[in-house]
T-cell receptor, first 115, second 115 residues
């Protein structure tokens, strides 16, 4: 089992550009959540996808958007990049969205640097 | 809104000794989970231990145990017989049904283990 895989591992973009990050969930998982972890901080929830729909969203502007594909993989898109978007972006997968007793498995993240 | 506070930015322990990491949280919910995640330099979040709020018995996983004080909203992690591989960032996290299962993290505690 490959676990949660994210690509790319590192990325450098220029302010104003757009970026797409990708996540493949752990086998058997159907829910993907995205988190932003700024340097020295804990992860902050961006949004969650289940059944190809955004089910919940954190306090992030609509420059942050996403998508989930029929195979449960997911993309995070960020438009009009700002310097403050520089962070580690973590993907977490789980089975089901409303079950409290659901363990989330995390990928190794994508380190995004905006210059 | 739920919040998670980790008041110790850094902690240090001698190999083979015991260390306790602190976490407090604020919620008005009664149905929730608490977690401790470990994030080594590899960046991948690894679940260490979790506690169901309605269970009075403290969770234990090998060398890791928690002290869950529901009335005080306190959730500390005790690591016994510390090993060099325990060195990492440790994050306390909260999840309730109202958040549709998404995690709210503290800012983390950096644990160093001295040989």
């Amino acid at each position: 089992d490959a676990g949660v895989t994210q690509s790319p591992t590192h990325l450098i973009k220029t302010r104003g550009q757009q970026v797409t990050l990708r996540c493949s969930p752990k086998s058997g998982h159907d829910t993907v959540s995205w988190y932003q972890q700024a340097l020295g901080q804990g992860p902050q929830f961006i949004f969650q996808y289940y059944e190809e729909e955004e089910r919940q969203r954190g306090n992030f502007p609509d420059r942050f958007s996403g998508h989930q594909f029929p195979n449960y993989s997911s993309e995070l898109n960020v438009n009009a990049l700002l310097l403050g978007d520089s962070a580690l972006y973590l993907c977490a997968s789980s089975f089901g969205t409303l079950t409290l007793n659901t363990e989330a498995f995390f990928g190794q993240g994508t380190r995004l640097t905006v210059v | 809104a739920q919040t998670v506070t980790q008041s110790q930015p850094e902690m240090s322990v001698q190999e083979a000794e015991t260390v306790t990491l602190s976490c407090t949280y604020d919620t008005s919910e009664s149905d929730y989970y608490l977690f401790w995640y470990k994030q080594p330099p590899s960046r991948q979040m690894i679940l260490v231990i979790r506690q169901e709020a309605y269970k009075q018995q403290n969770a234990t996983e090998n060398r890791f145990s928690v002290n869950f004080q529901k009335a005080a909203k306190s959730f500390s992690l005790k690591i016994s017989d510390s090993q060099l591989g325990d060195a990492a960032m440790y994050f306390c996290a909260y999840k309730n049904r109202g958040s549709q299962g998404n995690l709210i993290f503290g800012k983390g505690t950096k644990l160093s283990v001295k040989p």
